[in-house]
């Protein structure tokens, strides 16, 4: 199982990767990076991805069933889910992942599962010109999985 260095560098090996982040989206601090990042400054732009990933998160409209927020009222209460299943717990992430797209670029947000809370993303830059989006959002969903925090 890849920790945060090893998981960055596969990224890296995406089609098209300009730079890959871990960051932690409540604090919007980077908790690891490599590669170039837009502005040249990864930790600025771990903040700004933050920024997106918490409204996001804590959104509603944004989030599965049962949830309301970041992790989700059913899953606190204890309670079954509106469809019956099981709850999600506290550390299953509100959103699966994020894409943002310009002119030149795609940004890919992977939210991760952990064991405390939920507050980190995969954040990948991809160049238009020669990034597979498709690719790289099933990798990143595999190496979300595979990653080892703490």
């Known amino acids: 199982m890849p920790g945060i260095d090893e998981c960055l560098l596969e990224a890296m090996r995406l089609p098209g990767a ?49 949830h309301d927020g970041p992790f989700g009222r059913e899953a606190l209460e204890g309670g079954e889910g509106a469809s019956g299943a099981a709850p999600a717990t506290p550390a299953d992430p509100p959103v699966e992942d994020l894409i943002i797209s310009n002119r030149d670029s795609y940004h890919v947000l992977r939210f991760v599962p952990t064991s405390f809370d939920s507050s980190v993303f995969l954040h990948v830059w991809l160049a238009r010109s020669d990034g597979n989006l498709a690719l790289a959002r099933i990798r990143l969903g595999e190496m979300a999985e595979r990653l080892v925090l703490g």
Not at 34 to 62: I, K, M, N, S, Y
Request: aromatic share 6%; proline share 4%.
């Open 18 to 66: 300009r730079g890959a982040a871990l960051v932690d989206w409540t604090s919007g601090l980077a908790l690891g990076a490599v590669g170039e990042f837009p502005g040249g400054d990864h930790e600025a732009a771990a903040a700004e991805a933050a920024e997106v990933a918490r409204l996001t998160a804590e959104q509603r409209a944004f989030t599965p069933d049962g």
